[in-house]
DNA sequence: TCTATTACAACATATTTTTATAGGATTTAT
DNA sequence: ATAAATCCTATAAAAATATGTTGTAATAGA
């Protein structure tokens, strides 16, 4: 299939999870906090999150008290920066990338196909933003509590 | 990275390579022959095309002077096509397709996204045939021609 | 200063999935 | 019968996914 890594679906959970808490007041939020509220395992989280960090997608506060925080304000992380930060490329094919990694790219059609699809794709991702998905997640939250809870 | 399987790409490759055969005249084409001028081993090719000849993109002539041919004309098969009878779904992520999969999937705000790019992907692959493949594949042959053997 | 908390680092290990190769059985034209 | 193909099953190798262990370093607060 074409498959979004779990590298990058967590990630973008995990981003989208910091932006909320940060919104609602937390200077730092630590990672155990993250990983109980979206089911994932701290240590695997752990591992994610150094890729984030090293690209200033977010900031650590060592010691007690301590956590991370978004490097910059949700609206300015787009969803393409955290994919790349954890995948290095946002392309669907290598080759797209580096034309010695197919033999026959000045002859291949699919490569333009293959281009066509990731160029597509990387300005939607370009277009979307970590506030966007928090604004869209909000709207369903409440929506479903209206459900939940009707007067 | 958001990556298309190799399963994906040589199966495509596969899928072009007969129809551009079927066109210069050959009835049945071996898989043998694919895999040499493709570049990929034989032994992958043939359990790649199991889900091809199921999903009715190849027919299948055994014995000797057999081989494998298009399950319908070339502008008739879709990437899409190739890509879902290889991977099952077109998806980016399983939540789009399995509401189970991710817990809080009411709550997501990124599932929006998720399914908002796989819609995207979907559309695109739905538009491209082999045959539009074939043509781009022509064109930059030729066009290497032209510049390898410069008049 | 002491203690609890938290990030950080370096591993090791296990599981699952993807990618790829190998051997042989079956079918069919000649 | 024989050679040429597909077909079928098993296995190996590599990568992705996930958890575990054992620490060290930094910091807030008592
Ligand atoms: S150049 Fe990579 S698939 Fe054709
Ligand atoms: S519902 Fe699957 S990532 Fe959110």
Redesign the pocket.
């Known amino acids: ?1 074409i ?1 979004l ?4 679906r ?1 990630g973008t959970r995990l981003m989208v999870n910091l932006a909320r808490r940060q919104r609602l007041g937390s200077e ?5 906090s993250v990983a109980e509220e979206e089911g ?5 989280l ?2 994610i ?2 890729p984030l ?1 090293i690209n200033k997608l977010v900031k ?9 925080c978004l490097g910059r304000k949700a609206e300015d992380i787009k969803i393409c920066d955290i994919l790349k930060a954890l995948e290095g490329t946002c392309s669907l094919v290598e080759c797209v990338e580096d034309d010695q990694f197919c033999e026959k790219t000045s002859t291949c059609g699919a490569y333009e196909i293959w281009k066509g699809a990731t160029d597509l794709l990387r300005n939607y991702f370009e277009s979307v933003s970590l506030e966007d998905i928090l604004e869209i997640g909000n709207k369903k939250t409440a929506a479903a509590k209206r459900k939940a809870k009707p007067k």
């Open positions: 299939m498959k890594s779990t590298k990058g967590y730092a939020v630590i990672l155990k994932i395992s701290i240590r695997y752990e591992q999150i150094i960090k650590s506060i060592r010691g007690a008290g301590g956590g991370y």
